[in-house]
């Protein structure tokens, strides 16, 4: 292989690692021979060979197997260009940005791009707090909550916003992984002493899906060491997790308590106009760069409706969406939104039973469930039954015959009958058209 050849694969990968990881990670790597198989790269740094090794040899090799050259191995060695004396000479001045052992910024994680909700809105003031770099007022900013609600984003945002503002502060942000990964490496290589003072030299520290240390005990002793060292020097802390310092299960009773000191927020699950303003959003920005791109009434409510409380399978369906249309070259319609992502909806919709239905809204109205089955026919128990046959209409996949069998062995017309009347009179009585939206939303959550 030649290094002109090189060139021309590592700029493939550019579109399969993205931009970011690209620039850390692929670019530095240097083409170095290739024998029996094994295509040997040289790197700047021992840690960026490790990294590039676990990460991206797979798609590197893989890459070059598409380009023609044949590759069973790729190796990475420490380039001679790098010399022992630079890095005791980086020790030894003052830290860099440079030298900070991060994972890159995503630059789309904003807080310009994240939609604000009911939620969300707190952890979200919290992080807009925290990213104007005041005195530091809270200690650590605890966020958590389940996957795809945006956690990462808002700390990739408070990030962005601290470094616009106070271009001189060290900012680092890592997974978890990423500081156990770290912190093994130096044991390993006994480096310790660079580590500690590494980490301890930062200005604002982030550490994102903490429960990862969970059960690793070494690992766990050296975060609270290093959370210890940055509060006292009164250095902000921002840290993530699946759930609450106090539920996550195998991490250290001291360690909880620490989390715990500053403000401890949480994202909830998302509701569905917070979807919706996702959805908008994405749209929106989408069609800035993608003007034909025509989307018929009611898809976008109907994935909010439909698609479970995570935004990174909302975000995923769109993309697959806007991708389908613009090959077929169609309108996205309703239809074709249900056909192209049939699986995603199949495997985000909660079963609502028939049997749900009829309790919420039996209790609803305050009339006795047997009642809501049984023959009385009088306007106090009839209309709840209709709502009841409509709201199993929409919410469920039963038949009308089914329906019907489910209150009290009613023949399908009569059922038919209740839905068409509940559907005039949600246009009529915002009464009714409230109690529904309603019932419907508690029937979802
Ligand atoms: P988490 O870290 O909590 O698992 P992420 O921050 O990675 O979740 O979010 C998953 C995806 O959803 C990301 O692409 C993110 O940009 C997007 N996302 C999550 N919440 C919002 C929001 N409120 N507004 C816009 N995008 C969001
Ligand atoms: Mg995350």
């Given at each position: 292989m030649?290094?002109?050849?090189?060139?021309?694969?590592?700029?493939?990968?550019?579109?399969?690692?993205?931009?970011?990881?690209?620039?850390t990670w692929?670019?530095?790597?240097?083409f170095s021979?290739?024998k029996?198989?094994?295509?040997?790269?040289?790197?700047?740094?021992?840690?960026?060979?490790?990294?590039?090794?676990?990460?991206?040899?797979?798609?590197?090799?893989?890459?070059?197997?598409?380009?023609?050259?044949?590759?069973?191995?790729?190796?990475?060695?420490l380039s001679?260009?790098?010399?022992?004396?630079?890095?005791?000479?980086?020790?030894a001045?003052?830290?860099?940005?440079?030298?900070?052992?991060?994972?890159?910024?995503?630059?789309?994680?904003?807080?310009?791009?994240?939609?604000?909700?009911?939620?969300?809105e707190?952890?979200?003031?919290?992080?807009?707090?925290?990213?104007e770099?005041?005195?530091v007022?809270f200690?650590?900013?605890?966020?958590y909550?389940g996957v795809?609600?945006?956690k990462?984003?808002?700390?990739?945002?408070?990030?962005?916003?601290?470094?616009?503002?106070?271009p001189?502060?060290?900012?680092?942000?890592l997974?978890?992984?990423?500081?156990?990964?770290?912190?093994?490496?130096?044991?390993?290589?006994?480096?310790?002493?660079?580590?500690?003072?590494?980490?301890?030299?930062?200005?604002?520290?982030?550490?994102?899906?903490?429960?990862?240390?969970?059960g690793?005990?070494?690992?766990?002793?050296?975060?609270?060491?290093?959370?210890?060292?940055?509060?006292?020097?009164?250095?902000?802390i921002?840290?993530?997790?699946?759930?609450a310092p106090g539920?996550?299960?195998?991490?250290?009773?001291?360690?909880?308590?620490?989390?715990?000191?500053?403000?401890?927020?949480?994202?909830?699950?998302?509701?569905?106009?917070?979807?919706?303003?996702?959805?908008?959003?994405?749209?929106?920005?989408?069609?800035a760069g993608?003007?034909d791109?025509?989307?018929?009434?009611?898809?976008l409510e109907?994935?909010?409706?439909?698609?479970s409380?995570?935004?990174?399978?909302?975000?995923?369906?769109?993309?697959?969406?806007?991708?389908?249309?613009?090959l077929?070259?169609r309108?996205i319609?309703?239809?074709?939104?249900?056909?192209?992502?049939?699986?995603?909806?199949?495997?985000?919709?909660?079963?609502?039973?028939?049997?749900?239905?009829?309790?919420?809204?039996s209790?609803?109205?305050?009339?006795?469930?047997?009642?809501?089955?049984?023959?009385?026919?009088?306007?106090?128990?009839?209309?709840?039954?209709?709502?009841?046959?409509?709201?199993?209409?929409?919410?469920?996949?039963?038949?009308?015959?089914?329906?019907?069998?489910?209150?009290g062995?009613?023949?399908?017309?009569?059922v038919?009958?209740?839905?068409?009347?509940?559907k005039?009179?949600?246009?009529?009585?915002?009464?009714?058209?409230?109690?529904?939206?309603?019932?419907?939303?508690?029937?979802?959550?």
């Open positions: 030649t290094n002109e050849l090189w060139g021309q694969v590592r700029q493939q990968l550019q579109q399969i690692v993205g931009a970011n990881n690209y620039s692929i670019e530095p790597l240097e021979d290739l029996n198989g094994v295509a040997t790269f040289l790197v700047p740094t021992q840690f960026i060979g490790n990294w590039v090794s676990r990460n991206f040899s797979d798609q590197i090799k893989q890459q070059l197997n598409t380009s023609g050259v044949s590759v069973s191995r790729v190796e990475f060695s001679k260009r790098a010399p022992v004396a630079k890095m005791a000479a980086a020790a001045k003052p830290k860099t940005k440079a030298d900070l052992p991060g994972a890159p910024l995503d630059k789309r994680l904003t807080f310009d791009n994240f939609v604000v909700g009911k939620p969300n707190l952890a979200h003031a919290a992080a807009k707090r925290v990213g770099g005041g005195p007022t200690n650590p900013l605890f966020l909550g795809g609600l945006g990462t984003h808002l700390m990739h945002a408070i990030a962005h916003d601290l470094i616009a503002r106070r001189d502060l060290n900012v680092l942000y997974s978890a992984e990423q500081f156990m990964y770290r912190f093994v490496q130096a044991l390993r290589e006994r480096k310790m002493m660079d580590f500690k003072e590494l980490f301890r030299s930062v200005d604002v520290l982030m550490v994102d899906d903490v429960q990862f240390i969970a690793k005990d070494s690992t766990q002793e050296e975060f609270f060491h290093t959370f210890n060292a940055l509060v006292d020097q009164n250095k902000q921002i840290i993530s997790a699946d759930s539920e996550i299960a195998n991490l250290e009773e001291r360690i909880k308590s620490r989390l715990q000191s500053g403000l401890v927020v949480d994202l909830h699950p998302t509701d569905y106009e917070l979807r919706l303003g996702v959805l908008q959003q994405k749209v929106d920005n989408y069609r993608n003007k791109l025509i989307l018929a009434d009611g898809v109907f994935l909010a409706h439909r698609i409380t995570n935004v990174r399978v909302l975000e995923g369906a769109l993309i697959r969406l806007f991708a389908f249309a613009s077929v070259g309108e319609t309703l239809e074709l939104a249900q056909d192209c992502l049939a699986d995603i909806l199949r495997a985000s919709s909660r079963k609502i039973t028939i049997d749900e239905i009829q309790r919420k809204v209790e609803h109205y305050n009339i006795r469930l047997s009642d809501m089955i049984g023959p009385r026919r009088m306007r106090t128990l009839a209309r709840p039954r209709q709502i009841a046959m409509y709201l199993s209409k929409q919410l469920t996949s039963r038949s009308l015959p089914e329906i019907g069998r489910s209150f062995g009613r023949d399908h017309t009569t038919m009958h209740g839905v068409r009347k509940i005039e009179l949600k246009m009529l009585d915002s009464q009714i058209s409230d109690d529904l939206e309603l019932l419907r939303r508690s029937l979802e959550a």
